[in-house]
């Protein structure tokens, strides 16, 4: 009889591990058919069809061409230098340690558990990420204001965070707080996303 018991928990468990996959697996096809920004649905919002956005044209947006933008000459902007952006340093801007940003700790900011900003849901008013080649990649959310983003991968994992640094967009950072590279304004509601190196890699709409 235990041993039938167990052969029923591990049956019971092998279904709830395939549910949750299915379910997962669910969200990400529905974030993906409804992300319609940027995409070739809408080619007016994205940078590859709309040079303005496209930072490859637009030099204004590339931080190969406007230093202002760039964090590798302008300190303002770089975390190293300015600790005010560095969530190591200003810990109320870190989700680590500061729970109200937190969205393994503060429900109201998990796209799984709030319906609210679950992109399943026409409500969703967070950003899509996307690659170069307009493919889903994640979903960001205000953590509670736009100081601070939550990033989330398409299943809606928590995979790091962004701080705001003034006008000019934000810094990304990954789970451990390690600087990984910035968003900045594209001037047409969305941001370009950049690896640390200054390349273009993505953008979110």
Known sequence: MIIHGRRRMAGG???????????LTAFTAAAQHMSYRGTLHDRAMDPKYNRDLNPKYNRSLNP????QINPGYNRDLDPRYNRSLNPEFTRSLNPRYERLLNPVRNTPLNPIRNKGINPLRSAWTGYYVFDLEARLTGLAAEAGGREVLNLFDPAGMWTGFAVQAGEQGYNLFDMDAAWSGYLRPDGGGGYNLFGLEGTWRGYLR
């Open 64 to 67: 190969d061409y406007n230093r």
């Open 13 to 23: 468990l092998a279904v709830a591990v395939l549910a949750g996959s299915l379910h």
